[in-house]
């Protein structure tokens, strides 16, 4: 285990967030819902921390977890994927007065 000694000030990197979250926070952070930080928490130990009654989630681990997820395959509809011609500027309508009623 690492001890304060062996820690090196120069190695830290400063993140512009915290390293820990609580979970409802670290589920919005994520995108993701409680349940599926729990189901994550059982695969990846380490992902929750205990201090005394309060469960913290490593945003780091976090991060790297959502990092492993695959990029997404996007399939367009086929009328979406053929060019399709610009459509052409319609006329300006006019307004047709009508006669005067005698």
Request: glycine residues 4%; charged residues 30%; without cysteine.
């Amino acid at each position: 285990m690492n001890t304060r000694d062996d820690i090196s000030l120069s190695e830290a990197k400063p993140l512009g967030r915290p390293r820990f979250s609580r979970i409802n926070p670290a589920a919005k952070y994520a995108g993701r819902s409680r349940g599926q930080l729990y189901i994550w928490a059982a695969r990846y130990l380490g992902l929750f921390r205990k201090d005394g009654k309060t469960t913290l989630v490593d945003l780091n681990l976090l991060d790297a977890i959502l990092d492993e997820l695959p990029a997404a395959k996007i399939n367009l509809p086929a009328q979406l994927r053929r060019k399709s011609p610009q459509p052409q500027p319609q006329p300006a309508r006019t307004r047709r007065r009508r006669a005067a009623r005698a």
